[in-house]
């Protein structure tokens, strides 16, 4: 792949794969370090990507190793309460602490799940991937991700008021 072809990738894949990791690590500065690092480990074996599936469901997974090393190499661990919280959009004082009580709700039942549920629904929900990226990017058939991802909204249901 010549250099001005990977920029395009680049340019087309960045806001996909930040978000991906922004998903999963909930912190800016860490999805957008490990989102370089993922292309630039993408740039480096490039010439083994067999395009088995598409760019997208490559490189988030190139993410997902990325930052599983970045745990690893760290080794900590992320509690409940360290997770910055979203910006404000300036609603009126009630409204804000309805969604704030619900959305610490849904983390919490969130954060309760099990893998690779949670992942799953933060994937299918949040990374807008579809059922066939996310069983490709587990080494799963589309058919498991829907699967997995209707258990996951069951189990949040019956947690969620």
């Known amino acids: 792949m010549e250099k001005d072809s990977f920029e395009q990738v680049y340019s087309q894949y ?21 989102a370089q690092e993922t292309f630039y480990k ?33 080794r900590r ?32 039942a969130l954060h309760g799940l099990s893998e690779p549920y ?3 629904f933060w994937l299918r929900v949040y990374g807008e991937l579809s059922f066939a990226e996310i069983g490709a990017l587990h080494g799963k058939t589309e058919t498991w991700a829907r699967v997995t991802y209707y258990r996951a909204r069951t189990k949040l249901k019956e947690v969620l008021p």
């Open 14 to 34: 960045y806001k996909v794969v930040y978000a991906y990791l922004l998903t999963l690590c909930n912190s800016e500065e860490l999805a957008a370090d490990l």
């Open 42 to 74: 993408a740039l480096r074996s490039i010439d083994r990507f067999q395009q088995e599936c598409p760019l997208n469901v490559w490189l988030c997974s190139i993410a997902k190793h990325a930052l599983v090393d970045h745990y690893r190499r760290h």
């Open 77 to 108: 661990e992320i509690q409940p309460e360290q997770m910055p919280e979203p910006p404000d959009r300036d609603p009126l004082p009630g409204q804000r602490l309805e969604e704030r009580q619900a959305a610490l709700a849904l983390y919490k």
């Open 118 to 120: 949670r992942e799953v």
